[in-house]
């Protein structure tokens, strides 16, 4: 089974063409290495990624809100290619998020808006590694702030990077390394501290 890895951000919006070619590269970084990209199968920039991962013959998963094919298209205007696969929740935008970070092995972040934070929130909450590709507009560089706010230990490590290659690459080095914790293991044990690498920082 391939990893599948979360891309999430924002779908609606001002999205200049620099963020939406940064997002299409993401995408094209998941499937040459061999991934599974998964989006709420929304417009914006996850749509640009699965793009990107297309364009790279990459297999993708959307998560729908909607019960349907014509709900989907009809009322929440989203896409339906070029996906490989969608699976249709029926559990509208707001619940669709929790299938959707379920659904990823670790989740990254582009840009983003108040649905965007709820993504991330869950992700941080439920223990996942998170990758954030920063000076890509929205929030996606307040998320590590937000994160450091909550104080909260979860064993969520967080990632990141403004060069899109250079996070999935380093996102999935650490996942195949490190023994991740699930949030259930977590949520008995409690002994997990967050991690945030920054890696630009790192290369100085």
């Known amino acids: 089974m391939k990893i599948q890895i979360g891309v999430m951000g924002s779908a609606g919006g001002i999205l ?9 590269r993401l995408g094209r970084r998941i499937a040459q290495r061999g991934c599974t990209i998964v989006t709420g199968a929304c417009p914006g920039l996850p749509h640009a990624a699965t793009l990107g991962a297309n364009e790279e013959g990459g297999a993708s998963l959307g998560v729908s809100p909607a019960l349907s094919r014509e709900e989907h298209v009809n009322v929440y205007g ?18 669709r998020e929790t299938h959707n970070i379920h659904s990823s092995d670790f989740v990254l972040f582009v840009g983003g808006r108040s649905g965007t934070l709820g993504e991330f929130c869950i992700a941080y909450d439920e223990g996942k590694l998170i990758g954030i590709l920063t000076d890509s507009g929205g929030i996606s560089n307040d998320l590590p702030k937000i994160a450091d706010l909550v104080k909260k230990e979860t064993g969520s490590t967080i990632i990141t990077d403004s060069d899109p290659e250079k996070l999935v690459d380093a996102c999935l080095d650490y996942y195949r390394k490190e023994s991740l914790p699930s949030s259930v293991a977590f949520n008995r044990t409690g002994n997990f501290a967050p991690v945030h690498q920054n890696l630009e920082e790192a290369r100085g």
């Open 78 to 95: 989203s896409p339906l290619q070029p996906y490989t696969t969608i699976v249709f929740t029926g559990s509208g935008l707001m619940g």
């Open 16 to 24: 200049t063409a620099e963020q939406l070619d940064r997002a299409r």
